[in-house]
């Protein structure tokens, strides 16, 4: 064998060596690569855990809240029916009385000399009112059942107005 060939061999050995050398080396590299991407991928994951947890959790709560709203909401609804309902009650009695003439609506009269008004002021000293000595005059039943249902109206529309702000407290809160 000549010094060249023995050279050329010689370097095709170190070249092989080299070549085996950056192999074993990648795959150290890999394994340490694999090592750590395994460890990121556990720390990923548990991260991924506690994020899903704590949305459960905070899930969880919201709901405690709006079903607490709702029981709230709820039981608001039910008392502005019931004054819904008795308020109607009340009014249908007050229609009923008046219809029968066991009540009898009266307006005050103004004591003005000057005035050339005249009412009559209904039935005379057996009459039961709340002001004394004070001129009073009786509505007819058609004008009193029409200032009955005026009322009805304003009274509906107070409930139904207290009912409002009470669910837009509520939902604000």
């Known amino acids: 064998m000549t010094p060249a060939m023995k050279l050329?061999?010689?370097a095709a050995l170190i070249l092989l060596l080299m070549a085996g050398a950056a192999g074993v080396t990648w795959q150290?590299?890999?394994?340490?690569m694999g090592k750590k991407l395994a460890e990121q991928a556990g720390l990923h994951k548990d991260d991924l855990a506690a994020i899903s947890n704590s949305a459960a959790a905070q899930a969880q709560a919201?709901?405690?809240?709006r079903l607490?709203?709702?029981?709230?909401l709820a039981?608001?609804?039910q008392q502005h029916s019931k004054e819904?309902?008795?308020a109607q009650r009340n009014q249908a009695r007050l229609r009923d009385q008046l219809a029968t003439a066991d009540v009898r609506l009266s307006v005050l009269l103004a004591e003005d000399p000057a005035s050339s008004c005249n009412v009559p002021t209904g039935p005379g000293p057996g009459a039961v009112g709340v002001v004394h000595a004070a001129r009073r005059a009786q509505l007819d039943p058609a004008h009193a059942?029409?200032?009955v249902a005026i009322t009805d109206d304003g009274d509906n529309a107070i409930i139904a107005l207290r009912a409002c702000q009470a669910y837009v407290r509520a939902i604000t809160r």
């Open 8 to 10: 050329a061999g010689f």
């Open 28 to 32: 150290v590299q890999d394994w340490r």
């Open 62 to 65: 919201e709901q405690g809240k």
């Open 68 to 72: 607490a709203l709702e029981q709230q």
């Open 75 to 77: 039981g608001q609804d």
């Open 84 to 86: 819904l309902f008795d």
């Open 145 to 147: 059942q029409r200032i």
